[in-house]
């Protein structure tokens, strides 16, 4: 079985198959160099194994495919978990109890192990065994509810805040922490990773804002939130649009200069000022494609930046500089984050597909003493 390189090869993960932020959490990993194997479920266990996301979310690991129902293939899996230093997986509260690999078999197993454990309301709580996605996790924390125009519901800003930003990304935090302390200590645990939590940490500026008393719960009316003129995005003649971001003052100059308004026309922090700006700068920007305005603003401070689709990214120009985007077997797909100045983690295609429980077994040896 090929292995990683990275700044996490050699740390052994198993992943049981999840829809939502597990298969993120574990590319990520895997990504990094971590050796991720996924138990993926096999066909003839009830539900075909899908390949959710495509090539991109499953991408740099391998899976095997088991009938966790099954008392053989149950005990595989066990047997790989014997290996490992961490698993993750997202099912609802109690579901491994019930298939026989909860926490209290797999850490007696291997005391070493980091079992972390995804959900939208947390292993605990009323709701915790209440289906959910993420904008129900999204509208529990208050951030829903600060995000949109006022005049309307608030939109659901994809899956990126409560699956990704609170679930996934801090699943793979609270598992590599553990995984550290557990190097340090010789003992594994449990980490109880909530969507809810991870996206209310992601929240904590605003609540820092509301203690201030620089925030009002209410859309429209705050930071950041679209209500200013100057932090927003426009509309082109050409159906496409720029995204503003000219919060401080320096920033905002450099925008009226390259809309031709005069500087001293409007004060940037006068509230009562700001419908007559944001209607100024919307006609403005109507006048003219998005690209002509790209060209207007690159290479100064304005903050004025294209708003691209997703089929447009990788060939924007600063994008394909750093390469933030690769092309693997014909698909387009995001490379690997954050960079290491150790050298690159990259997407490769010969750890992606389906192999034996033997094959992978053997390739992580016996279970440490």
């Known amino acids: 079985m090929t292995t990683g390189t990275g700044p996490l090869a050699g ?14 959490a574990a590319m990520v990993l895997a990504d990094l160099g971590a050796e991720v194997v996924r138990i993926a479920r096999a ?62 078999v797999c850490l007696g197993r291997n005391p070493r192990l980091v079992y972390a454990r995804m959900t939208g309301w947390g292993q605990t709580g009323p709701r ?8 129900n996790y999204l509208g529990l924390t208050g951030a829903l509810n600060a995000i949109g125009p006022a005049d309307r519901p608030p939109p659901p800003p994809l899956n990126l805040v409560g699956d990704y930003g609170g679930g996934a990304m801090f699943a793979v935090t609270g598992l590599l922490a553990a995984v550290i302390q557990a190097r340090a200590t010789g003992r594994g645990q449990v980490v109880d990773v909530a969507m809810t939590d991870g996206a209310a940490v992601l929240s904590s500026l605003f609540f820092g804002l509301a203690a201030s008393g620089l925030w009002q719960d209410r859309r429209g009316g705050n930071l950041l939130d679209g209500s200013m003129p100057f932090y927003r995005c426009y509309g082109c003649s050409d159906g496409r649009f720029v995204a503003v971001g000219a919060l401080e003052p320096a920033f905002f100059a450099q925008l009226l200069a390259g809309l031709g308004l005069d500087p001293a026309r409007f004060r940037q922090m006068d509230p009562a000022g700001w419908p007559e700006m944001a209607a100024t700068f ?30 447009e990214a990788a060939g924007e120009a600063h994008n394909a500089a750093r390469a933030t985007f690769v092309t693997v077997d014909g698909v387009v797909q995001p490379a690997p984050a954050p960079r290491f100045s150790s050298g690159p983690c990259a997407v490769d295609p010969a750890r992606r597909g389906q192999i034996t429980m033997a094959e992978a077994l053997a390739a992580w040896g016996d279970p440490p003493a």
């Open 43 to 104: 066909p003839h266990a009830g539900q075909a194994w899908v390949d959710t996301g495509g090539t991109v979310l499953n991408r740099n690991r391998r899976h095997v495919e088991l009938d966790l129902k099954d008392p053989a293939d149950r005990e595989a899996a066990l047997a790989l978990i014997d290996r490992a230093e961490a698993l993750i997986e997202g099912f609802r509260p109690g579901v491994t109890e019930r298939l026989g690999l909860g926490p209290d």
């Open 11 to 24: 740390l052994r993960v198993v992943e049981l198959d999840a829809i939502g932020p597990v298969p993120l």
């Open 128 to 135: 915790a065994s209440e289906a959910g996605h993420d904008l």
């Open 282 to 311: 919307a006609a403005i920007f109507a006048e003219r494609p998005r690209d002509a305005w790209v060209q207007t603003f690159t290479g100064t401070d304005a903050c004025v930046t294209p708003v691209l689709a997703f089929g």
